[in-house]
C-alpha cells in the first residue's frame, strides 16, 4: 500500500497535497500558492536566512522544533512535519516572546531579514541549551545575515526571551500535535505522481532499493542542501525525486565502544555529540559546518554522496579510516571511503546504488586525531582548504600517518607521500618535519580559484601539517586555537 499525496501539519490541521512539482520548494508554496508573505526570499541558496521556518518533528514522543531554509528544502519534504512561519507565532492578538524582545530591544531596521532571525530564534527558544549563553546565540544566527543594524541588539533580545522554560501556544500544545504527528507516520511508502514525473518517498530500504532500481535516473534527495541549489541556482527541471527522509533506519546512530555507525540520513545536528565524542576537533568542525538551519537538514550521507571536493566531513572520516557500505537491489557492498571518490563528482557507485551508512573507527590507544577548516569567513562558509590528521605513536615516533585534505585535489585525497614520510619521525624533532611538508606537494596540485589562490592553498597545507605535528608534541591547543583566545585574555587579566 501507498500514500499518493503529502501530509503535514498546519494551523492546528493536517493538511494533504496530491498534486505538485517534484521540484517545489517550500517557500515557492507558501510565498506563491498560500500567498504567506512574511518569509521571504534572499539569496535563494539557503545562506541568508531570510527564508527561515522551522518544521516541528517527532522524537522521543516530544515535537522538536529545527530552523530550515525554506529556499531550497522541497515541498515533499516537509512531509509527516509541522510547519511553523512568522505569521504563525502571535497569538490572541500578543506577540510571541520572541517578537515582543525583538521590538523591545530595536533589534529591527528594514525587517526583510527580521522574520528569518524571529524563526531561528523560535527554534531557539525551544530547542536551545540552557543556561543560555552569548556564544550559544551567535551559533544559532549564523546562518542569518542582517546588514541594517549591529546584531548586539539582536543578541540582547535572544537572551532576554530564550533564557527559560518555553511557554507559548506551541509548547501549550504539544501533546495534541505530538499525537498528530504519531497518527501521520503511517508507515506507507510515498508516491505523488506517475511513471514518468514523480516525488516518492519510500518508507523501507526494500521499498527504497526496488524503485531506485526501477528509476536509476532519480534524482537522491536527504537534505536538499545541495540539490535544491540544482533547482533555484542551475533551474534543474527534476522530475523525478526520491526523498530517503523516510526510510526507515537510514536515520540509525550506533555508537559503540570502538566503532561509530551513521546512518546516511543521520543530520549534521543528530551527528555532532557522537562526532565530538571521538575528538573535539570534530565537534568544532560539525559546529561550523553551515549554519543551524544547513545542519538540521543537511546528512552525513549527502555530504558524502554528492561528491564535493571542498565537502568538509569526508576529509576528516578517511582520515579516521571510514568505510562506505553501498546497497543496490538486494546486494550491499562495502569500501574504504576514500575509495568512493574517483574524480570531481564521480564516484564508485553503480546506477540504482545508493549510499547506506558510514561506519567510523574510533580513536585507539596511542593514536591523536586533529583537524582544521581554514575559510574567509569564521561561520557558514565554505573551506578554502581543510586538513585532517591521525597519528599512531610509538613513544615519541609516529610509528604510522592517515592524512586527508579537502579543497586541495578534485575529490577528496590522502596525503601518501606526506604519510609514508612521517612514519618513524621523532615528535621531539622538528627538524625532521620538513621531509613530509615537502612531500605534499607531489600529494596535490590544488587549482586556483576565487576562494584561494594554488600557491595559498599549498602553503596552507603545509603549516596545517606543521600545526597538526606541533600540537601533538606539545599537548598543547589553545595557544594555536583562535577559539577561547578571547576567554584565555580576559581570564589573564
Not at 139 to 151: K, P
Not at 257 to 279: C, K, M, P, Y
Not at 390 to 396: E, K, W
Amino acid at each position: 500500500m501507498r500514500r499518493e499525496a503529502i501530509r503535514f501539519w498546519r494551523h492546528g490541521r493536517p493538511v494533504d497535497i496530491a498534486e505538485f512539482h517534484p521540484r517545489t520548494t517550500l517557500l515557492d508554496y507558501l510565498r506563491l500558492q498560500q500567498r504567506h508573505v512574511g518569509t521571504k526570499e534572499g539569496c535563494a541558496e539557503g545562506d541568508c536566512g531570510a527564508c527561515t521556518v522551522t518544521l516541528g518533528r517527532l522524537r522521543g514522543g516530544r515535537v522538536h522544533y529545527e530552523p530550515v531554509n525554506a529556499c531550497i528544502l522541497l515541498l515533499g519534504q516537509v512531509d509527516g512535519a509541522e510547519v511553523v512561519t512568522v505569521e504563525d507565532l502571535a497569538a490572541g492578538g500578543r506577540l510571541h516572546p520572541v517578537q515582543a524582545a525583538m521590538a523591545e530591544s530595536h533589534a529591527s531596521q528594514c525587517g526583510f531579514c527580521t522574520p528569518g532571525i524571529v524563526m531561528s530564534l523560535f527554534a531557539l527558544y525551544h530547542e536551545g541549551e540552557r543556561p543560555l549563553t552569548r556564544e550559544n546565540v551567535n551559533d544559532a544566527l549564523a546562518g542569518n545575515l542582517c546588514r541594517c543594524t549591529g546584531y548586539r541588539p539582536i543578541v540582547d533580545a535572544a537572551l532576554r526571551a530564550c533564557d527559560g522554560a518555553p511557554a507559548d501556544a506551541f509548547s501549550a500544545a504539544d501533546a495534541d500535535t505530538a499525537e498528530a504527528l504519531a497518527a501521520m507516520a503511517d508507515g506507507r511508502d510515498v508516491f505523488v505522481g506517475d511513471e514518468t514525473r514523480f516525488f516518492a518517498a519510500p518508507a523501507t530500504e526494500d521499498s527504497l532499493a526496488a524503485l531506485y532500481a526501477r528509476h536509476p535516473d532519480a534524482t537522491l534527495v536527504a537534505g536538499s542542501t545541495d540539490v535544491g541549489l540544482w533547482v533555484t541556482k542551475a533551474l534543474a527541471d527534476l522530475d523525478k525525486v526520491i526523498w530517503l527522509g523516510r526510510v526507515a533506519d537510514l536515520d540509525r546512530i550506533e555508537d559503540g565502544a570502538d566503532l561509530l555507525s551513521l546512518g546516511a540520513t543521520v543530520t549534521h545536528a543528530e551527528a555532532h555529540r557522537s562526532l565530538a565524542r571521538i575528538d573535539p576537533d570534530l565537534g568544532e568542525l560539525v559546529r561550523r559546518f553551515g549554519s543551524a538551519q544547513i545542519r538540521a537538514s543537511g546528512t552525513v550521507g549527502g555530504n558524502i554522496a554528492n561528491g564535493s571536493p571542498i565537502g568538509d566531513l569526508a576529509p576528516a572520516l578517511i582520515a579516521l579510516g571510514a568505510t562506505l557500505e553501498l546497497r543496490g537491489g538486494g546486494a550491499t557492498r562495502t569500501l574504504p571511503l576514500e575509495s568512493f571518490f574517483i574524480a570531481y563528482r564521480r564516484q564508485d557507485r553503480a546506477p540504482g546504488e545508493y549510499v547506506r551508512r558510514v561506519l567510523v573507527p574510533k580513536l585507539g590507544p596511542g593514536q591523536a586525531f586533529r583537524a582544521f577548516k581554514v575559510s574567509k569567513r569564521f561561520d557558514e562558509d565554505i573551506s578554502a582548504v581543510m586538513g585532517a590528521f591521525r597519528f599512531t605513536l610509538d613513544g615519541r615516533r609516529i610509528a604510522g600517518a592517515r592524512i586527508a585534505f579537502g579543497g586541495m585535489a578534485g575529490t577528496p585525497k590522502r596525503a601518501a607521500e606526506a604519510e609514508r614520510a612521517l612514519a618513524g619521525i621523532s615528535l621531539d624533532d622538528p627538524g625532521s618535519w620538513g621531509e613530509a611538508m615537502a612531500a605534499l606537494g607531489r600529494d596535490y596540485q590544488p587549482m586556483t580559484d576565487h576562494r584561494a589562490s594554488a600557491a595559498y592553498r599549498s602553503t596552507v597545507a603545509r603549516n596545517l601539517l606543521f600545526k597538526a605535528l606541533s600540537e601533538v608534541a606539545s599537548g598543547a591547543t589553545r595557544a594555536t586555537r583562535i577559539v577561547g583566545v578571547r576567554e584565555a585574555m580576559e581570564a589573564a587579566e
